[in-house]
Structure formats: structure tokens, C-alpha cells
């Protein structure tokens, strides 16, 4: 049961415990998709009842939301470009193409809380009703997720400017971008189902 | 707010209670510094990431929270069959069963199975520990701390008191107010996380890390059910964990998800707790199923009849649990179109639990029956679960269940399943693993006096509970002074205090057992009739499981290896093996956080963030963790194997 190291295919599969941590995030995926399943679930329950609040047609922007969209999109792109530069072996293309991804998901978050206060200002908290609480929530969620990817992101490549592309870091590389893109998916979700229609609707 | 206004006061039961706690406290305080424990707690303990260990302190903890609840039980049961003393008020009434029920399926049922599940899974795949060791840990001590949180409510800022179902509105800041129901929505929180990363460390165990050539349907059974549950585990719990952050929220951040106020939707939580908890039930019966079949194959000393059925018919229930949650308010108005859906699943779940039953009986069937009391559990199981079973298909019917809902028929129903099903199969799975655990078995004499008082007892206490919910009597009431309910208010009580007795004896069991018990010297403890991989390892089992792992290829895979003189020591291709090292990180992180929930019950914001942010500091060490852990060497191995095989 010693640990047997591969020498061909992606070097975070090489080992077993990298195929195993891996499988590890890809259950844990699953559950986060149950996780904002719940969440859109109750969003959708809980549309409509906005009580005395403005409603989401009158408040949402099609400027920010699409700025967003185009944000993450992107940084979902130049994540997969810095796994790309990670199978390459380059930890320098690794770290440009990562720090991108940061500073694009950072913009994002910063055009998200500008867009919470913004409509705190209008009078729509968490407070003022059950279907802001739903909106809040679902959003703030994702962004808290957002949020705490890019500090783990910051910590890996801090990790991997010491310790250069080995069989560990690879893997913790290559599960960050798993979640980063999981997020990027969800917003999609939720730009349509939320966004959208709330336009429309 | 000072410590007086924090300590709940004016009731002699719970000045009682504070008192004991307090000198149990000292006591163990005093207990281990006399005896210089401290050092053994941490550094065997405390610090522990080997899965026996971990498993055993979650059956302990278990077996502490069902004294708790057990407790509770008897207070509830004297309340009911003396209505007129007064020894309980409404409030302390209500306190006291909504703690029984959170205590027994969320800090009893769960941890004693999934303690049961630590100690034998990688021993019956032939694994060397679980997939993630320190997660394992982290998950133990979740609980831990989660537990520890919801039981300190009573003596300190009041106990919750809206029924471990906790429906709102009646659960929110309106008409909750103070932390009594924070300690139910951050207790199950934080226990929950450890249960959804305990549920993921499982799967990929099982996935992965079973020995070379065994098949998925080579597995034995109980790890087959484990890994089921796992499944449900995955897509059930975040549920719970959303359900739960949105009262949360509510109550302290003043959100409107389930108030009457803001336009929110009080009856959206009683939907997010089913799609929970209906599984949630699955989850604690799947295991029991499992070790039922293992015990029974044993000692019928025959191979499970029907495998391949009782793997498929445990999928299908797994599938049809999470389309069923309806039936638990059939009475909320969904419509009738909505309940019959309902009702036609739910009766569809009868029908796989059926084939289960049979293929036991089929197993039975003509063998050798060898009456041990793990068997004795296995046996009384069959026959009480199928009135639990029987009912619960009654109470399914959307049209008659409008009659039996929310009275003591639907209280006899679940106790019927959770204790002749989940119950006995913990002390199934204890008796028949213990000498795999600690080296020794339980007394088989003092067994069965458990055994009897505690099965006896069981149907005592709940068999008159059909009737009299038939009669009317409604859940959740404390003043019962209707004549027709009370002689058998009264009979159900005795048989309460009988199955106290019961666990009494079991308790006592094991201190007479670690006393006097002979100790195992071989690993084959049950008259060399174990068929499972965890059969072949040494007693007790030496850290790292197995010095070689044996090539499987069929299910019962031991019974074969002992004709052909095979065992888990095949000396000359031991290679050395791969550990985790110890560390004390994941309780000190579950520490902080479990502060960062207490902070949350009390409001006090400013601790929750201490603690929040201590958790994340031990999140970042954990990140650059690079610990790779150790091997064993070689010589080690076969020094350990050459003494407990006696070579
Ligand atoms: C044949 C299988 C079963 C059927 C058809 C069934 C059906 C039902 C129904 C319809 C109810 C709701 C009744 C009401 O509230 O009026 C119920 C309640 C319940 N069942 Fe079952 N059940 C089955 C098996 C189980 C099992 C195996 C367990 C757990 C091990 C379980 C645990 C419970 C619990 C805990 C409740 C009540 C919870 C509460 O309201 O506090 N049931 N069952
Ligand atoms: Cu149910």
C-alpha cells in the first residue's frame, strides 16, 4: 500500500492520493450543486413577494449585470489558460494567467458590492422582504464563495512561487480551478434565472 | 449580559442537573490529572486521526448522548403517566422533548452508526485508513463541538423548545426570541458540516481504496450500505445546511424567508426540513440494515441470501427517499393531486424494505442458527420493524393519515422503526464488532438480560401508543388528565423504565466485560465464523490495519482464505506501509469554530468573529500543510504480525 507515483499523465493524477482528492472535490462539487440548488429553489418560491420593497424590474441594471458576466466569463478562461501553462510546466505562465483570473474575480466582487449597496440605497435589503432576503442571499452566497476562492487562490500561488509545479501542488492548482469554474457556472445560473427574468418579469 | 442573567434558574430539576454536570466535570478534571492522563488524552485522543480510534470516541460520545436522551425520555414518560403531580411545567415540557428528539436521531443515532462505520469499513475493503484521515477527524470533532453546544443549553441561556422538527413560524425571532433555538439551528449547523465531509470521506474510501480485485459487488453488505448512505448523506445534508443558515439568518440578521411578516413563507421550511429529514431517516436505517445482514449471515453461518436484491433494493430506497417528503404534512393543504403523488411513493418505498425482509427470512431459512445476542438483536429486529413498517405505510395514505398525523400513532410508528431498526442494530453492530474494538467480548450472560429487558420494555412502551393515538391522544402534550389515556399512559411508562433497565445492564456490560472477559486471541472471534475481510486482521488490530492486503474476488472473501490457510501476513511481500501522522489542529480549529458558534446563539457578534477568524487561520495552516506522513518499516510490521499470530 506504499505509494506508487505514476511517471506518465498529468502530474496531479500521479498519485493516488492526487486521484483520490481529487474524486474527493468532484463529490464535494456535487454537494455545492445541491447547496445553490436550494438556494435557487427557494429564490424561485419566494419570487414575487417583494411586500412594500421596490420590485427587482425596477432596480436591476442590465450595464452591471452584463459587466459582471463578462468579468467572470473571462476570468473562467484565463484559469483554464494558467492550467494550461501548469501542464506546460511554466509556473511563471501559471502565476500571470492566475493573477488575471484574481484581478478580473476581483472586479467582480467589487461591481457586485457596489451593486448591494446601490440597491440598499433604493430601499431593498435583506430585510425588506422575502423575496430580497431569497435575492441576497443566493447572490451573497456566491459571492462569499467568490470571496474565499480568491484568498485560497492567493495562498496557493504563494505556495507554488516556493515550491515550484510538483505531483501536491499541481493537484491543490487543478482543484482551485475545478471550483473556479464550478462558480462561474453557477452565475450563469444565475445571471439568466435571476437577472433575466427579473428584468423581464 | 453577566453570567447570572446567562444561567437559566428557578427549576430544582435543572439546579439538580447543574449540580451533577458540575461535579462530573470536576470529577473527570480531578480524575485525569491524579492519574497523569493528560498527555495519554492528547496525544492518544485528542490528536488522533486513525479511523478505531476516531470510531470508538463516536460511540462513546454516542452512548453518553443516549443517556441524555434517554433521560429526557423518562422525564417526558413520568410527566405522562402522572399528569396530575406537576412534576413538569409546559415550558420544561417542551424544552425536554424537543431535546430528546434533536439528541437521539442527530448527536445518537448518526454518530453511533457512523462511528460503527469508521471502525469497520476500511477493515472489511482492506483499506488502510479512510480516503482523508485528517478530514475524518475534523468531521469527529465537528460533531463533537456540535453536540457539546446543543447540550450545554439547558444550564446555560435555556434550552430550544419547538420540537426537533422546529417548524416556523412558532421557531422564528417573533415567537422565539433568546438563544434557546440558536442552540438548535448552530448546534445542528456545525454537527451537520462534519456529517457532510464524514459522507464524502466515505464514498471516496470506498471508491478507491478497496483491495485489489474486489469488485464493487464483491463488497460485503454493511459497506454497501455505507456506501448508499454516503449518497444520501451528499445530496440531503446541504439541504439541512441552507435550511438551517436561512433561520439563522432570520433570527439574527432579520431576514423574511419563514415569517409572517415581509411577505415570507413560514410553510417553505417545513418543506427544506423533509427534503432533509425524510432522507435524513434513510440515512439512519440504510447502516442498521446493513449490519443486520452481516450479523445475520454470520451466525446463520450462510451466505446473505438474495445479495445482489439487497444491494439493488437499498439503491432504489435510497432514490425513492428523496420523493417522499410531502407525506410528512399531508395536513398542510398541497391538494390532492399533490398527496396522492405523495402517498404512491411513499407506499412505493414498502416494497424494496420488503424484498430486504424476505431475503432475511430466506437466510434464516433451514440453517444453523446460533442464538449469540448480537443474533438475538438481529432476530427481534425482524419482526418489530415490520409492525414500525406495516404502520408507517397506514400513516402514507394521504386520507387517513389526516386522522393518525401528529398523534401518538405517528409516535409509535417512528419509534418502531428508530429503535427496533436503528437502535438494536447499533447494539447488534457493538456486541458483534466489540472484540474487534477492544480485544475482548461483552458478556454474553449479562447480554441477554439486557437484551430481554430492553426488548420487552421497548414493546411495553410503544406498543400501547398505536392505541392510544387511535383514541385521539395528540404528540407533544403534557397534560394528559383524559381517563381513557391514562392506564395505558401508565403501561407505556413502565415499559420506558424497562428499557432503561435495559441499557442499564448494557452499560454495566461493558465494565463487567472489560473486567472479567477473557481476552480474544484470535482475530476470527465469533467461533471462526466470520466471512469478512475485518475477520482476517489481528485482534486488536494492529494502526495500520493490514501487513498485506489479500487478493479478493468473490463476496465473503475470509471464508475461502481460511480453507486455503491464507491470512493478511504473507511475509515475504510485506512492503512498508504509508500513515498519516497524528495532529491536534483539527480539534483546535472545530474549537474555535464551536466558539464562533456559540458567539452566533448569544449574538454577540464580536465572538463569533474571534472565532470565525481563528478558524480560518487554522484553514490557512492547513493549506500549507505538507506534511507527508510516515512509513512503517518492515521489521515493525513483522515484529507486530509474528507476536499477535503467534509465530
Ligand atoms: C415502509 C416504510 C415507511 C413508511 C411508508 C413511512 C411513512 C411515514 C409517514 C407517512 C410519516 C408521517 C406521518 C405523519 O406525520 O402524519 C412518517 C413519519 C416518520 N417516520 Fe416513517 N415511514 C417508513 C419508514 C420509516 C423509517 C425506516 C424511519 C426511520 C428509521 C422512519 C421515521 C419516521 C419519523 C422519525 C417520522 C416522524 C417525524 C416527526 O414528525 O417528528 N419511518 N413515516
Ligand atoms: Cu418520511
Same mark, same amino acid.
Given at each position: 500500500?506504499?505509494e ?30 445541491v ?41 473562467s ?28 474575480g ?5 461591481f ?8 440598499a ?16 442571499i ?64 | ?11 430544582p ?18 480524575l ?37 436522551g ?20 409546559s415550558?420544561h ?16 443515532a448518526?454518530?453511533f ?21 485528517y ?15 446543543f447540550?450545554? #443549553? ?13 417548524y416556523t ?9 433568546g ?31 478497496r ?9 460485503p ?25 436561512l ?14 411578516t ?6 417553505m ?43 439493488? #433494493? ?6 425513492l ?33 420488503g ?25 427481534a ?25 401528529n ?22 453492530g ?41 383514541d385521539?391522544?395528540p ?18 411508562t ?18 463487567? #466485560?472489560?473486567?472479567?472477559?477473557e ?68 480539534f483546535?480549529?472545530?474549537a ?56
Amino acid at each position: 500500500m506504499s505509494e506508487e507515483v505514476k511517471t506518465t499523465g498529468p502530474l496531479e493524477y500521479r498519485t493516488n492520493e492526487g486521484q483520490m482528492t481529487i474524486l474527493g472535490f468532484w463529490i464535494f462539487l456535487g454537494a455545492e450543486v445541491v447547496l445553490f440548488s436550494t438556494l435557487f429553489a427557494t429564490y424561485a418560491v419566494l419570487f414575487g413577494r417583494t411586500a412594500d420593497a421596490p420590485t427587482p424590474a425596477e432596480l436591476f441594471e442590465p450595464g452591471t449585470v452584463l459587466i459582471m458576466t463578462f468579468l467572470l466569463l473571462t476570468s473562467s478562461f484565463t484559469c483554464g489558460l494558467a492550467v494550461h501553462e501548469m501542464r506546460r510546466g511554466s509556473v511563471k505562465g501559471l502565476t500571470r494567467w492566475m493573477l488575471v483570473t484574481l484581478v478580473l474575480g476581483l472586479g467582480f466582487l467589487g461591481f457586485e458590492i457596489y451593486e448591494f449597496i446601490h440597491y440598499a440605497h433604493e430601499g431593498a435589503t435583506i430585510q425588506s422582504s422575502a423575496y430580497w432576503s431569497g435575492f441576497f442571499i443566493l447572490a451573497g452566497t456566491h459571492g462569499l464563495h467568490v470571496t474565499l476562492g480568491i484568498g485560497w487562490a492567493f495562498a496557493l500561488l504563494h505556495q507554488i512561487s516556493k515550491r515550484g509545479i510538483t505531483n501536491v501542488t499541481s493537484r491543490k492548482f487543478f482543484i482551485i480551478s475545478l471550483y473556479w469554474h464550478f462558480l462561474d457556472v453557477i452565475w450563469i445560473f444565475i445571471f439568466t434565472s435571476v437577472y433575466l427574468i427579473g428584468m423581464v418579469l | 449580559m453577566n453570567i447570572k442573567a446567562l444561567l437559566v434558574d428557578g427549576d430544582p430539576l435543572i439546579y439538580g442537573a447543574m449540580v451533577s454536570i458540575g461535579l462530573v466535570t470536576v470529577a473527570i478534571l480531578f480524575l485525569l490529572t491524579y492519574f497523569k492522563k493528560w498527555g495519554w488524552l492528547w496525544r492518544e485522543w485528542l490528536t488522533t486521526v486513525d479511523h478505531k480510534k476516531i470510531g470508538i470516541m463516536y460511540i462513546l460520545s454516542a452512548l453518553v448522548m443516549l443517556f441524555r436522551g434517554g433521560m429526557d425520555a423518562m422525564m417526558m414518560r413520568v410527566q405522562l403517566a402522572f399528569p396530575d403531580l406537576g412534576f413538569l411545567d409546559s415550558q420544561h415540557y417542551n424544552e425536554i422533548f424537543t431535546t430528546h428528539g434533536t439528541i437521539m436521531i442527530i448527536f445518537m443515532a448518526m454518530p453511533f452508526l457512523i462511528g460503527l462505520m469508521n471502525i469497520i469499513v476500511p477493515l472489511q475493503i482492506g483499506a488502510r485508513d479512510f480516503a482523508f484521515p485528517y478530514l475524518n477527524a475534523l468531521s469527529f470533532w465537528a460533531f463533537f463541538m456540535g453536540a457539546m453546544l446543543f447540550n450545554i #443549553s439547558f444550564v446555560i441561556g435555556g434550552s430550544p423548545d419547538a420540537g426537533w422538527t422546529s417548524y416556523t413560524p412558532l421557531s422564528g425571532a417573533a415567537m422565539s426570541p433568546g438563544p434557546g433555538q440558536n442552540f438548535y439551528l448552530m448546534g445542528l449547523q456545525l454537527s451537520g458540516i462534519g456529517t457532510l465531509a464524514t459522507g464524502i470521506n466515505l464514498m471516496v474510501t470506498i471508491l478507491k481504496m478497496r483491495a485489489p480485485g474486489m469488485k464493487l459487488f464483491h463488497m460485503p453488505i454493511f459497506t454497501w450500505s455505507t456506501l448508499v448512505t454516503s449518497f444520501i448523506i451528499v445530496f440531503a445534508f446541504p439541504i439541512l445546511t441552507i435550511a438551517l443558515a436561512l433561520l439563522t439568518i432570520d433570527r439574527i440578521f432579520g431576514s423574511q424567508f419563514f415569517t409572517l411578516t415581509g411577505e415570507g413563507l413560514p410553510m417553505m421550511w417545513a418543506n427544506l426540513f423533509w427534503m432533509w429529514g425524510h432522507p435524513e431517516v434513510y440515512i439512519v436505517i440504510l447502516p442498521a440494515f446493513g449490519i443486520f445482514s452481516e450479523v445475520i449471515a454470520t451466525f446463520a453461518k450462510k451466505r446473505l441470501f438474495g445479495y445482489s436484491a439487497m444491494v439493488w #433494493s437499498m439503491i432504489i430506497i435510497a432514490l425513492l427517499s428523496f420523493l417522499v417528503w410531502v407525506h410528512h404534512f399531508f395536513t398542510m393543504g398541497a391538494g390532492a393531486f399533490v398527496n396522492s403523488v405523495f402517498s404512491v411513493s411513499t407506499m412505493l418505498i414498502a416494497v424494496p424494505t420488503g424484498v430486504k425482509i424476505f431475503n432475511w427470512l430466506a437466510t434464516l431459512y433451514k440453517s444453523k442458527i446460533e442464538f449469540s445476542v448480537a443474533m438475538l438483536w438481529a432476530l427481534a429486529f425482524i419482526p418489530s420493524f415490520i409492525l414500525g413498517g406495516v404502520t408507517g405505510v397506514m400513516l402514507g395514505m394521504a386520507a387517513a393519515d389526516f386522522q393518525f398525523h401528529n398523534s401518538y400513532f405517528l409516535i409509535a410508528h417512528f419509534h418502531y422503526v428508530l429503535i427496533a431498526g436503528t437502535v438494536f442494530a447499533c447494539f447488534a453492530g457493538l456486541v458483534y464488532w466489540y472484540p474487534k474494538m477492544f480485544g475482548h467480548k461483552m458478556n454474553e450472560r449479562i447480554g441477554k438480560w439486557a437484551f430481554w429487558f430492553f426488548v420487552i420494555g421497548f414493546h411495553v412502551c410503544f406498543f400501547p401508543q398505536y392505541f392510544l393515538g387511535l383514541d385521539g391522544m395528540p404528540r407533544r402534550l403534557f397534560i394528559t388528565n383524559v381517563v381513557e389515556w391514562l392506564p395505558l399512559n401508565v403501561i407505556s411508562t413502565v415499559g420506558a423504565f424497562g428499557m432503561g433497565i435495559g441499557f442499564a445492564i448494557f452499560v454495566y456490560n461493558v465494565y463487567y #466485560s472489560y473486567r472479567h472477559s477473557e481476552r480474544e486471541t484470535t482475530g476470527d472471534s465469533w467461533n471462526g465464523n466470520g466471512r469478512t475481510l475485518e475477520w482476517a486482521t489481528t485482534t486488536p488490530v494492529p494502526y495500520y490495519n493490514f501487513a498485506t492486503v489479500p487478493h479478493v474476488d468473490e463476496i465473503d472473501p475470509y471464508v475461502r482464505m481460511k480453507k486455503e490457510g491464507k491470512t493478511t501476513f504473507d511475509e515475504p511481500n510485506v512492503k512498508p506501509i504509508h500513515m498519516p501522522s497524528y495532529t491536534g489542529r483539527p480539534f483546535i480549529m472545530m474549537a474555535f469554530l464551536g466558539l464562533a458558534s456559540f458567539g452566533l446563539v448569544f449574538e454577540w457578534i464580536w465572538l463569533a468573529i474571534v472565532g470565525l477568524i481563528g478558524g480560518i487561520i487554522f484553514m490557512i495552516l492547513r493549506t500549507y500543510d505538507y506534511d507527508e506522513g510516515y512509513y512503517v518499516s518492515v521489521e515493525e510490521i513483522k515484529r507486530t504480525e509474528r507476536k499477535a499470530r503467534g509465530l
